[in-house]
Nanobody
Framework: QVQLVESGGGLVQAGGSLKLSCAASGRTVSRNTMAWFRQTPGKEREFIIRSSSIGTYYSETAKGRFTISRDNAKNTVYLQMNSLKPEDTTVYYC?????????????????WGQGTQVTVSS
């Protein structure tokens, strides 16, 4: 079983940057597809970006502003968010898929963190 813990959320001004971290424990996730989602209360969980063995896949939200990276030695995945907008305000979740699984839907992922709040002020 894999446990994921996000950190790095907080308050930032519009146009600023934040880097979220997702620390995995239980076993290494170097071969797993790892992704970031976000969810506003009352709305569906939205796919942002994923990193898999075949590369990185960006949502339209992520293109040009967000990047995903990994530090396998730390068993940690990061989400670098630049040029933040007030509409990026929400809770961000890290997700991990079992080896060989990938996708953009929440049901494609087996492991989830508890989420971290990002607030962008105008």
């Amino acid at each position: 079983q894999v446990q994921l813990v996000e950190s790095g959320g907080g308050l930032v001004q519009a146009g600023g940057s934040l880097k979220l971290s997702c620390a995995a424990s239980g076993r290494t996730v170097s071969r797993n597809t790892m992704a970031w989602f976000r969810q506003t209360p009352g709305k569906e969980r939205e796919f942002i970006i994923r990193s898999s063995s075949i590369g990185t896949y960006y949502s339209e939200t992520a293109k040009g502003r967000f990047t995903i990276s990994r530090d396998n030695a730390k068993n940690t995945v990061y989400l670098q968010m630049n040029s933040l907008k007030p509409e990026d305000t929400t809770v961000y979740y890290c997700a991990g898929g079992k080896v060989g699984r990938s996708g953009t839907r929440p049901l494609d992922y087996d492991y989830w963190g508890q989420g971290t709040q990002v607030t962008v002020s105008s």
